[in-house]
């Protein structure tokens, strides 16, 4: 069943074509027919553009059969490989109309529409109506099944205008990035790729090797697994054939990074090697494992905390929740009981036991009120 019309109002003008019909372009879809706006849906794979017809992110039209001196703004959800070719075709088929992509590598985009201009394939004109993007938003499931209309909600949506964008064209994707109630972030195509290369592409490598390491692991050590692995490889999940598009599609700034990394793991490694041969008081190896860490608790603390302020440090109260219907749910109403603002929660749950330890980071002036409230309603609270 489809969602009214939202009730806010909305900038974007339709109709809007989108071109991609995986995660981001299914939902961009389900945001725009959510808010009133009129979405046609496009994609290589009738399949695909079937499904997110049928989740509700458009209607399904062919090539040649859009309204295509009717729609306003094009929207190219693809993968960054073939990005390039799919705007330059697109402004092309849309005289008339805005055109953006949300690809996660903007260089190499950009320069080979550059390229299509000084060859003549396409006028600065044309290239004026074009304004690159890229919304910080995702998840590791992949296609329309998993399109959700608040993926951009708070999130970082990144504008990406060359010097020929035409301001009105840029206006039309920061409603657009608006409209789906993310916050527009303007930066050059370089400073883009380099920011996310740091904060997206080389954590995803990160995890799958991290994940591979798992290959040859024995079962008994993997039924050992916590929280913290699980953190850490999440990420793993994601398409191979996406990502591997994206980190050749910004190979510089990645390679340059995961140079940097190899280098702290060379000086960490040798540092172990000696501490394995000569003892765990060899000179150096304290040094160096107390290093690698410290430093991590550095980095770890510019990370932005809630709301995109700065980090706090929050106390956490550890709880054990049953693994039964309805338990996490009662948890979260005795906290609301007590008066206790979550500002941050996770579960982990316990190996060969049907049961689970929540965690739930407060304020610290809240935490020994929520642990003893929640002691006095029944609750088992580690450490209370």
Partial sequence: MSEP???????????????????????????????GVPVTLEDASPAAAALARDVGAGDLVTPGEEGRAEVRVVVIAVPPDVTADVVLTALRRFPDAVVTDVASVKTIVLRELWEAAE???????????????????????????????????????????HPGSDPAALLAVRNLAVDLAATPVRMAAEDHDRAVAAVSHVPQVMASVLAARLLDAPESALALAGQGL?????????DPRLW????VGNAGPVADLLAAARDDLTRLEEALRGAAEHGPLSPGAMAAASTTVDRGNLGVSRIPGKHGGARRDYAEVEVLVPDSPGELGRLFVAVGELGVNVEDFAIEHASRQKVGLATIAVLPDAAQRLADGLHEKGWRVVGA
């Fill in 244 to 247: 591997a598009a994206i980190l």
């Fill in 119 to 161: 060859a003549g394939t396409i006028s600065p004109a044309d290239l004026a109506r074009y304004v690159g993007s890229h919304p910080m938003a995702g998840r590791e499931r992949s296609g329309a099944a998993a399109a959700d209309p608040d993926l951009f909600a708070g999130r970082p949506w990144v504008l990406v205008p």
């Fill in 5 to 35: 019309p939202s009730s806010h109002p909305v900038s974007t003008a339709g109709p809007v074509h989108l071109i991609g019909s995986g995660l981001l372009g299914a939902s961009i879809g389900l945001a725009l027919t959510r808010a």
């Fill in 230 to 238: 699980r953190d850490t490889t999440r990420i793993a999940a994601s």
